[in-house]
């Protein structure tokens, strides 16, 4: 079946502008987690969905880092006002249980 | 809070020789222990899992055993490709909590012909 879709798979925008990422889950799956991976380092816990539960926000870094999830399915991962620190890669997941997890391909974010 | 601490890297083994590549853990409550792989350009991949003490996880020639009495998931091959150069992480999870998982920082495999 199909995995985890992200898009785009490639983001290049100018400091200051809003960007949104997209992730698709596997269908059926009610957690989705967000990840960003800086070059070289390990993965960064953003924010965790479960099924219609209020969002942990707890490792987004700062206000400018949103997301949402509209009908348990699709999430969207919106940094308003980028800087040149939020360059990474952005990975998101989902899981059916809560315990494995199934990654998407990533957003590779770059910030000039 | 939990933790996992995995071995820096990178590893670098030439095909055929023995990996092992160490992780240690600290939880509050009982972890599942996973070890994910990430290729060049991909995201992770569940590589293998163990959810009680002294299961062994296995899957492509690779092992983990659950060691509860040292907290420690170690990843060992036998003999490893130049197709397994990856970055590979080590994760936990406990239960009846959050389910947000704990990752190592990740350790680079390189084999070399």
């Known amino acids: 079946g199909a995995g985890v879709s992200q898009s785009p798979s490639n983001k290049v925008t100018e400091k200051g502008k809003d960007v949104e990422l997209r992730c698709d889950p596997i269908s059926g799956h009610t957690a989705l987690y967000w990840y960003r991976q800086s070059l070289g380092q390990g993965l960064e816990f953003l924010i965790y969905f479960q099924g219609n539960s209020a969002p942990d926000k707890s490792g987004l870094p700062s206000d400018r880092f949103s997301a949402e999830r509209t009908g348990g399915s699709v999430s969207t991962l919106t940094i308003q006002r980028t800087q040149q620190e939020d360059s990474a890669v952005y990975l998101c997941a989902s899981s059916s249980r809560g315990y494995e997890q199934y990654f998407g391909p990533g957003t590779r974010l770059t910030v000039t | 809070g939990n933790s996992v601490t995995q071995m820096e890297g990178p590893v670098t083994l030439s095909e055929e020789a023995f990996l092992t590549i160490n992780c240690t853990y600290t939880?509050?409550?009982?972890?599942?222990l996973f070890w994910y792989v990430q290729y060049p350009g991909e995201g992770l991949q569940l590589l293998l899992k163990a959810t009680k003490a002294d299961d062994k996880g296995s899957n492509k020639g690779f092992e983990a055993t659950y060691r509860k009495e040292t907290t420690s998931f170690h990843l060992e091959k036998g003999s490893v490709q130049v197709s397994d150069s990856a970055v590979y992480f080590c994760?936990?999870?406990?239960?009846?909590?959050?389910?947000?998982?704990?990752f190592g920082r990740g350790t680079s495999l390189i084999v070399h012909p």
């Open positions: 994760a936990l999870i406990t239960s009846g909590g959050s389910y947000i998982p704990t």
């Open positions: 939880a509050t409550g009982y972890p599942s």
